[in-house]
């Protein structure tokens, strides 16, 4: 469940909509995007405008539909990308508050509050919008607590008691108790531990065979695999496995 609350959920796909929309705004439609170099600037903002389109639909129907595939998706040009990208968020706010946030609706790790799925999409423009920014330059913004809120859901996600039946590699990062440790600046960091019957994870500073130190977004982006770690301590080789084998 998720740890904001409707509304913080609400401002915070808002606030990245926003972000995205403005680090793409004059940018090259054939850039190619260095954390995602299967793609242009083109093909990013249609994969993020489609997909909270996509994930409204969901909510309102509640049962599974295909994923859209960016390359086929007409964003417009590039001048009307910003309103096209601010319409697709507001679709999924407004599916979401009709259905109500605690209605249930169909998820790739089964029946899931509506809600789920506006985090999912903050939390994937959240990661996006530092793609877009990197690509052109621009300056990338988050909350503290929406970095954080990013991460919690991660780590939600990869040990979730359905997630193998989604993503059966995922079993191979069982392991025999090693705990990797990531400790932002200012709060509480996270513990995930690789047992034999799965992956656990907890909030805290607890002790790790291998730690990650920074910030917030520091450690989200050395999470979601776009930016390398620059304070670690312990075991690197666990480190670089976990991020080898932890794409979702």
């Known amino acids: ?15 990245q909509t926003e972000g ?29 405008g489609q997909a909270d389109r996509w994930a409204a639909e969901l909510v309102r129907k509640g049962v599974p539909a295909p994923a859209p595939d960016p390359a086929k998706v007409d964003p417009g040009a590039p001048a009307e990308w910003g309103a096209w990208l601010r319409a697709g968020a507001e679709e999924l706010v407004e599916a979401v508050r009709k259905v109500g946030p605690d209605s249930e609706v169909w998820s790739f790790v089964g ?31 988050i909350a503290d ?20 039946t989604f993503k059966p590699e995922l079993a191979l990062m069982r392991g025999a108790g090693q705990r990797l440790a990531f400790r932002p600046r200012g709060m509480d960091g996270w513990v995930i531990s690789r047992m034999p019957e799965g992956l656990r994870w907890e909030r805290g500073n607890g002790p790790g065979d291998v730690v990650v130190s920074g910030t917030v977004t520091e ?29 979702f």
Do not use: K
């Open 1 to 15: 469940m998720p740890t904001l609350d409707f509304a913080r959920l609400v401002a915070g796909l808002r606030e």
């Open 145 to 164: 607590d929406l970095a954080a809120d990013v991460i919690t859901e991660g780590a939600e996600l990869m040990t979730h008691p359905r997630v193998e």
């Open 111 to 141: 029946p899931v509050p509506a809600v789920f799925w506006l985090r999912r999409m903050c939390c994937e423009s959240a990661i996006h919008h530092y793609d877009a920014a990197l690509t052109t330059g621009a300056r990338y913004v």
């Open 219 to 247: 450690i989200m982006l050395v999470l979601s695999r776009r930016a390398p770690a620059a304070e670690v301590s312990g075991d690197r080789a666990l480190l670089e496995h976990w991020l080898a084998h932890s794409a």
């Open 20 to 48: 995205f929309a403005g680090a793409v705004a004059g940018g090259d439609p054939e850039a190619v995007v260095p954390t995602c170099p299967e793609w242009r600037l083109r093909t990013l903002v249609a994969h993020v």
